[in-house]
């Protein structure tokens, strides 16, 4: 009762062919397709062109030396 018979779909067809006009619709199909080619030919020259990037372990913050370095301040001052 909730979903959309085959007939549903048909007269919402035909419906679209009444208003758009078969032409039209052929257009919007075309230019779709085009887009979806597109966005698909993108996606996979996006995953060709980068490498994937490597994490040098010397970025991270070295707490332990600079902690040292307070404690040796405060014992001589």
Known sequence: ??????????IVLAIAVLIFGTKRLSSIGTDLGSA????????????QD???????????????ESRQN???GKKHG
Do not use: C, Y
């Open 70 to 72: 307070e404690a040796a």
């Open 50 to 64: 980068e490498p994937p990037k490597q994490i040098n372990k010397q970025a991270d913050a070295d707490f332990t």
């Open 36 to 47: 979806v080619k597109g966005f698909r030919k993108a996606m996979s020259e996006a995953d």
């Open 1 to 10: 009762m909730g979903s959309l018979s085959i007939w549903h779909w048909l």
